[in-house]
């Protein structure tokens, strides 16, 4: 017997997120003989982004009931059942921490239609129940409503039966009761965890580190760590007996953090960093008719690197971002293989290098800008960004284009001076690496500030 559910929530906080609206569907294999669907008061206000997806808002919850009134039903309901759901870990950890909110211990086998369709339809293009369901022809009315998606849910999963010829759902697929949940043990250690950045270590039974990573999230993803499934996380969650944790406040301190104790601890259980983390580079040289000309090429051809790369396309993104960013032309730099003018040249975004109508003084002049604001080549800087809390500072020096290494100031006379900043600095590695981990970082994402220094 199987209990077909889909819930939605409020969204929100690992684990702090409320149900809105829940739909189970007792099925035996051939028909529904059994069904609860029920919107719910979450006690809380729903997420603007989830009341635009599912359209419940908190007026439409204000008389549903909470979930304590319907919790007997939901027992009842799925008692000797398995639950079945698209992405179950999800629902089934909902279902779960709303429980323990009113001290019961809910267990249920769990089977996932995700995993299942990965199995049975590895030609799918996509696992999204949405896109799935389009893709199989199969009728899906009310999306991202709980009833709607049950449904959907229960037609995928009537298809899934008939194509298991091998029984792979019954022999192999049905979860043990307690895999993809935490032991009492791992929810000690998950509940002291903070939902900050950072880097934590998880130790095994002599104290010793045995894994690292860095998060935004920490509780969440030691969490996921916990309950995800295979044999080196099943090993990884049984061996760990602690964890602890380092906030940094932003990610990029975390990054160079992580990549730093990885390759000083070796932990047993993590993947350690290539020697060199990056393949590709970004070049410069000059054409015959003065303008200076970028290109990508393979690390070890090019002589002075402008920007480093983990991939070809990364580095080709790169080149089209900032031909685009900075007005360059994009035939100086081999993006078009036009005869006479390039097309950006008749948008109005070249100011006419490929064919020789604008100086080569100001172009290289632009070239110029667009290479340095995205590497550390010679630089002298202080990359400020978010602390660990309200009113800190955390700062990343960097001396002639090299990382130095990091700290947390309250004060920005801290900052302006540099002596004073160079004693609160935990030193760093300041490797090539450790400047490709930088850069890949701020062509994605922005830091609060960037100080230049004297």
């Known amino acids: 017997m199987y209990a077909i559910l889909d819930i939605e929530t409020t969204g929100g906080k690992f684990n702090e997120e409320g149900i809105t609206e829940i739909a189970i569907h007792k099925f035996d294999g051939q028909k529904v003989v059994d069904k609860f669907i029920s919107l719910i008061n979450p006690e809380k206000d729903i997420q603007p982004f989830v009341v635009k997806l599912t359209g419940i808002n908190n007026k439409m919850l204000q008389t549903a009931p909470k979930f304590y009134e319907v919790a007997k039903r939901i027992i009842e309901i799925t008692e000797d059942t398995v639950l079945v759901a698209h992405n179950a ?5 909902i279902l779960r921490t709303e429980f323990r909110r009113l001290g019961y211990n809910f267990e249920r086998k769990t089977l996932c239609t995700v995993d299942l369709s990965k199995l049975l339809l590895p030609d799918a293009e996509s696992y999204s129940l949405g896109k799935l369901v389009r893709s199989l022809g199969i009728p899906v009315t009310d999306r991202h409503r709980a009833n709607g998606d049950a449904l959907a849910t229960i037609k995928l999963f009537k298809l899934l039966l008939v ?13 043990k009761e307690s895999q993809g949940e935490l032991s009492e043990k791992q929810l000690d250690i998950v509940r002291e965890l903070p939902n900050k950045t950072g880097v934590f270590y998880m130790h095994g039974k002599d104290a010793d580190i045995i894994y690292v990573s860095k998060s935004t999230d920490i509780k969440k993803k030691v969490n996921q760590l916990f309950t995800k499934s295979g044999d080196k996380s099943r090993k990884l969650a049984k061996d760990t007996k602690k964890v602890t944790f380092e906030e940094t406040g932003n990610e990029l301190i975390a990054i160079l953090k992580e990549h730093e104790e990885l390759l000083k601890l070796r932990p047993k259980y993590n993947s350690i960093p290539k020697k060199r983390m990056y393949s590709h580079a970004l070049c410069k040289t000059k054409n015959d008719n003065g303008y200076y000309s970028l290109e990508i090429k393979t690390y070890r051809e ?9 991939g070809i396309f990364s580095a080709k993104n790169h080149l089209y971002k900032i031909t685009k960013e900075f007005e360059l032309c994009e035939k100086v730099n081999g993006i078009s293989e036009a005869r006479t003018n390039c097309s950006a040249f008749d948008e109005g975004t070249c100011k006419g290098a490929c064919i020789k109508k604008e100086s080569h003084e100001t172009y290289n002049n632009r070239v110029l800008a667009a290479t340095t604001k995205y590497n550390l080549n010679s630089k002298n800087v202080v990359l400020l960004d978010k602390g660990r809390e309200i009113g800190e500072q955390s700062a990343i020096l960097i001396k002639n284009g090299s990382l130095v290494g990091f700290g947390f100031c309250d004060l920005n006379y801290q900052i302006n001076n540099i002596h004073i900043l160079e004693t609160l600095i935990t030193p760093m590695n300041g490797t090539r690496d450790a400047n490709f981990l930088i850069e890949s970082y701020l062509r994605k994402k922005r830091v609060l500030k960037t100080v230049e220094l004297n």
């Open 89 to 93: 870990q999800f629902d089934y950890r």
């Open 163 to 175: 194509k298991d010829s091998e029984k792979i759902i019954v022999k192999e697929t049905i979860r």
């Open 302 to 310: 090019c002589k002075e690197p402008l920007g480093l790369f983990n």
